[in-house]
Nanobody, 115 residues
């Protein structure tokens, strides 16, 4: 079992920034990929950004140029730096760890962007 603990959500004005963190209970090198997903009310959960063990990143088109995913190997933590936030970024953000045969979700953290 892998525990994922997210932090950093909150309320911010449009144009502002937030940094989300996801700490894992195992070595991050044991994880194939770490991802941030989000789910807005009435919508399906969607991928926001992901980073592989090799450091390859990918982003949803809607956040490219505004969000950056990074990894702190020493702290087994993945961050999501979110800049130029928009009201449509409002959602619950979830961290996911993908291992070879299973994946785990964090509990989610609310991000609310006021216009």
């Amino acid at each position: 079992q892998v525990q994922l603990v997210e932090s950093g959500g909150g309320l911010v004005q449009a144009g502002g920034s937030l940094r989300l963190s996801c700490a894992t209970s195992i070595s991050i090198f044991s994880i194939n990929a770490m991802g941030w997903y989000r789910q807005a009310p009435g919508k399906e959960r969607e991928l926001v950004a992901a980073i592989t063990r090799a450091g390859t990143t990918n982003y949803a088109e809607s956040v490219k140029g505004r969000f950056t995913i990074s990894r702190d190997n020493a702290k087994n933590t993945v961050h999501l730096q979110m800049n130029s936030l928009k009201s449509e970024d409002t959602a619950v953000y979830y961290c996911r760890a993908t291992l070879p045969t299973v994946y785990y979700w964090g509990q989610g953290t609310q991000v609310t962007v006021s216009s």
